[in-house]
């Protein structure tokens, strides 16, 4: 079960993450042909929201905590995935 593309409403197939971006600026899964049509338009912002694209990590990670501080459900979640990531990856390093 997966979610549809907010812009052309069409199901994103599985597994998500290589048919679809996530979007920091406005914490939307966008798929991978409404990014390209929109960029092959010079838009190279975000294609929902139109919200410059953050340059570095701290920039993305700023942007997911403003709107977890909104309450929004899909941040918190990334948010909390982010954190899991980080938290497997130094273990990995550091637990051998």
């Known amino acids: 079960e997966g ?4 812009i052309c409403t ?4 599985l597994p998500m993450d290589d048919h679809s ?7 939307t899964r ?4 409404c990014t390209l049509a929109a960029q092959k338009r010079g838009m190279f912002d975000c294609a929902f929201c139109r919200t410059p694209m953050p340059n570095n ?4 990670l ?3 905590r403003a709107r ?14 982010q954190n899991t990531a980080m938290e497997s990856l130094v273990c990995k390093r550091t637990c051998r």
Do not use: H
């Not at 069409?10 to 197939?13: D, G, Q």
């Not at 966008?30 to 042909?33: A, E, K, Q």
């Not at 977890?68 to 948010?79: G, H, Q, R, S």
């Open 57 to 60: 990590d701290a920039d993305k």
């Open 62 to 64: 700023a942007m997911i």
């Open 21 to 27: 971006s996530f979007e920091s600026c406005c914490v």
């Open 68 to 81: 977890v501080k909104k309450k929004d459900p899909e941040a918190i979640y990334n948010l909390g995935e």
């Open 30 to 33: 966008v798929c991978d042909g």
């Open 10 to 13: 069409l199901p994103i197939p």
């Open 3 to 6: 979610d549809f593309c907010p």
